[in-house]
């Protein structure tokens, strides 16, 4: 059971006081909407670049990868060495010139003006529709895991009001703290708030993972303690059946690093907003590479919780004797079915109905992977630190839900709003349809937590989404940037195309143990998949492929937009910026390289 | 943008240095209080390194604030092209 003392509770308002106050201060500067939705186009690359890794820092990376370390083991580092560093370092040198240098205000602005406004108009709607589903995802775990880790409990008790309301009392704290600051201080706030988090994250988990690796034995102990392919990033990859993923090399390299990766780090606005609010071209090309660096290191502080929540012994009701005066005691510590069901710290999932394990196909107990990294937190931190490690959990949801509210209400504003429903108003109705639409956005998100979801896993969930979403879109921007020749009806066509190949093959195939249904094969099983991971990766092939191939055919059916209208819009026709008054070593280009270099060395060492 | 988010970072992570560490040194001699995190007063010995941490920041951020302070209104930077109204 969890105790908070006074000291957890001071830690936690003070975080609150500080991310409420810096909205406040912010307040006085948004004076414009281009302040509001951009930053100003005025902040620091260092600033933008930790918020551009710690907008992705919500429920999926800091539950999700410590769920996927205690699921697969390290092998989750590819979600790092494959899935984001090349994404990170491919959008910095080749498409920032575009998205920064083009002017556009939103990723789907940037569509419009490559491609025509249907295109703009298709990808601004799922995109919107996508950021609230993520943000109500976060929510949703959010107050799941502030109910199951009793954090309200003492609090409700205290006050007497019903413990039934701590689901909706979560949910209606953290979107009235995130709507807060971000009606005050725009984008700037919740940039400021992610970089804020970002430290939070590192100061919460750093102590845990080093205390944990002290009780386990070090690293050395840690091996010892798990399934040999848990220790190996790449050993057991070229074959599907000797890696706990189930994935053989071509559906992770092509699915993962080509795929979703680039997918969602090189086209996700969510992401790109911290870039493009950066303050000149060079700062912003800097930015996804800045945030490569931390990213490198983020799998020791996210990942091995749950590793080490697995390595754990699984604690077992048991009877001490002893004899004191020559009276025999006997003290039982009693450990609840779910824990002893369990894995380590890993508990069981147990079903509400009959109090008893949920059992697999194959009759072994579903383990609840979401609570590895938070029983880790209870099982290692006393009174103090434990108020910072809750802080830093619930900070990294707020944050992740705020980067989808601001990138939510940035596209609404601009790409539905301005283009569709009232063209020509003035700066300031734009700036408060902006700060409705925050609120708008909210209230969707809230919406979306209570339409809970039966998976596993969240990570899974979310990387099923963005396969559908956008999975094609990649092949979009590669060849929007890239080709000249790309056409307005292609992209249209491709973009459709993709997301109903993701989406059939999803219904055509299933992963194995699983039932029909939400994780697949809902038209027919023609294909069974040795994971729900595996089988997401493929989809989003399919789906990037059939995107690609249409788009080249049609845009060979359909006229080209002249040369001059495409120039700083596509690589052949944009001139080559002048950079010889920056010394080598500041470009972003060198910078590259050695975020590349200290890629590979992480992944020879972890091989 | 004229608020150096180092500022109030640094007092905030200052803040969360003292009140953790005064809290370790008040509880380290308590039995039992730091079996979970196996004898190691984390408390007291993650303040200070959250303490340092806020300071440095914070020192940071008033140095920048104060050169600001000093220099005469931002010079054009020649070839770049000023943006905004």
């Known amino acids: ?607 | 943008m004229s608020l150096d988010l180092r500022i109030p970072m640094g007092l905030m992570f200052t803040l969360l240095g003292v009140i953790l560490s005064a809290f370790g040194l008040a509880t380290k001699d308590r039995p039992g209080f730091y079996a979970q995190s196996l004898g190691i007063d984390v408390n007291l010995w993650w303040g200070l390194v959250l303490l340092a941490f806020g300071l440095t920041m914070y020192l940071l951020g008033r140095r920048e604030q104060k050169r600001l302070a000093k220099l005469p209104p931002e010079p054009v930077v020649e070839g770049e092209v000023r943006r905004g109204h």
């Open chain 1, 1 to 607: 059971m969890l105790n908070l003392t006074r000291v957890d509770w001071l830690i936690m308002l003070l975080y609150f006081v500080f991310v409420l106050g810096i909205g406040f201060a912010l307040k006085r500067y948004m004076k414009t909407s281009k302040d509001f939705f951009q930053a100003g186009r005025a902040l620091p690359a260092w600033i933008c670049g930790l918020a551009f890794i710690s907008a992705n820092l919500g429920a999926q990376e800091v539950i999700g990868m410590g769920a996927s370390g205690a699921k697969y083991g390290l092998e989750t580092a590819h979600f790092y060495g494959i899935g984001a560093i090349p994404a990170m370092i491919f959008v910095g040198i080749f498409m920032m010139p575009f998205y920064y240098g083009s002017k556009a205000r939103s990723v789907p602005e940037f569509l419009r003006m490559r491609f025509d406004e249907k295109t703009r108009a298709l990808n601004a709607c799922s995109f919107a529709v996508m950021t609230v589903f993520s943000s109500g995802i976060s929510m949703y775990a959010m107050a799941r895991l502030i109910q199951a880790l009793h954090v309200f409990d003492g609090l409700f008790r205290a006050v007497g009001w019903n413990p039934d309301g701590i689901f909706t009392f979560s949910i209606c704290l953290s979107a009235l703290i995130v709507l807060l600051y971000i009606f005050l201080g725009g984008l700037t706030s919740a940039i400021y708030n992610e970089v804020l988090q970002f430290f939070l994250i590192i100061a919460g988990f750093l102590p845990l993972v080093l205390i944990g690796l002290r009780n386990i034995g070090g690293w050395s102990g840690l091996k010892a303690s798990v399934p040999v392919a848990y220790m190996h990033e790449w050993k057991g990859v070229a074959h599907a059946s000797t890696n706990p993923m189930g994935i053989e090399i071509i559906g992770l390299g092509m699915g993962l690093g080509f795929v979703l990766g680039s997918g969602y780090w090189c086209t996700d606005f969510l992401v790109i907003q911290t870039a493009m609010a950066s303050k000149n071209m060079e700062s912003a090309r800097r930015v996804p590479l800045i945030a490569a660096v931390p990213k490198m290191v983020f799998p020791f502080l996210v990942i091995l919780p749950g590793l080490l929540a697995i390595g754990l012994p699984t604690p077992h009701t048991r009877t001490v004797v002893s004899t004191v005066n020559g009276a025999i005691i006997h003290e039982t510590t009693v450990e609840r079915p779910e824990v002893e069901a369990g894995r380590g710290l890993v508990p069981a999932k147990i079903n509400p109905v009959t109090g008893k394990a949920m059992l697999d196909t194959n009759g072994n107990a579903l383990l609840d992977y979401d609570m590895a990294t938070p029983n880790m937190l209870l099982h290692f931190f006393p009174t103090g630190i434990l108020g910072l490690g809750l802080t830093a959990l619930l900070a990294s949801f707020m944050s992740g839900m705020a980067g989808n509210v601001t990138a939510f209400n940035t596209v609404f504003t601009y790409d539905l709003y301005q283009s569709y429903i009232h063209k020509n108003a003035s700066d300031r109705h734009y700036m408060a349809v902006g700060r409705w639409a925050t609120v708008g956005g909210i209230l969707l998100s809230i919406g979306t937590a209570y339409a809970a979801i039966n998976f596993n896993n969240i990570m899974d969930t979310l990387q099923l989404v963005f396969s559908f979403v956008n999975a094609p879109l990649f092949a979009t921007f590669l060849l929007g940037m890239f080709w000249k020749r790309a056409t307005g009806h292609a992209a249209f066509s491709g973009l459709i195309a993709g997301t109903a190949t993701a989406m059939l093959h999803h219904g055509l195939t299933l992963p194995l143990l699983a039932h029909p249904g939400i994780h697949g094969g809902w038209l027919a099983v023609l294909h069974r998949y040795p994971s729900d991971m595996a089988m997401n990766f493929w989809t989003a092939i399919f789906a990037f492929s059939a995107n690609f191939v249409v788009t080249v055919v049609v845009s060979y059916c359909t006229k080209a937009r002249p040369e001059a209208e495409l120039v700083g819009l596509v690589h052949s026709l944009t001139p080559k910026p002048v950079r010889a008054h920056i010394a080598w070593w500041k470009r972003p280009e060198a910078l590259a390289v050695g975020v590349l270099l200290g890629a590979v060395g992480l992944n020879i060492f972890f091989y």
